[in-house]
């Protein structure tokens, strides 16, 4: 069972992105979901969390007040809205489940599972 992530492509600097990630039903609403990034020769970096009961989020302070973490309860997706886009948020996006008995605050991408394919976000200048 994996998340699977969607949504990513090439935008100019300044312009928006939205990413989707599909939850499978067994998951949703149980476990609290995060986006993480991988640029090209770096370690995965925490972006964003929210709570499985969607009430609270948790950004990295480099998207603070740029990128946005949402749910949808219906259609079992979390997404995150991303303005005003910069090249250094150049990134492969994934999306994990915080693992059993994990911490609200961690951002660690080892205290998350369930990792799908990532989707690719470039940001041109």
């Known amino acids: 069972v994996q998340l699977q992530a969607s949504g990513g492509g090439l935008v100019q600097a300044g312009g928006s992105l939205r990413l989707s990630c599909v939850v499978p039903?067994?998951?949703?609403?149980?476990?609290?979901i995060a986006w993480f990034r991988q640029a090209p020769g770096k370690e995965r970096e925490f972006v964003a969390v929210?709570?499985?009961?969607?009430?609270?989020?948790d950004y990295a302070d480099s998207v603070k007040g740029r990128f946005a973490i949402s749910n949808d309860n219906a259609k079992n997706t979390v997404y995150l809205r991303m303005n005003n886009l910069k090249p250094e948020d150049t990134a492969l996006y994934y999306c994990g489940a915080l693992r059993s008995g994990g911490s609200w605050g961690t951002h660690s991408p080892n205290d998350f599972e369930k990792w799908g394919h990532g989707t690719l976000v470039t940001v041109s200048s």
């Open positions: 039903q067994s998951l949703f609403g149980k476990q609290n």
């Open positions: 929210i709570t499985w009961t969607g009430r609270t989020e």
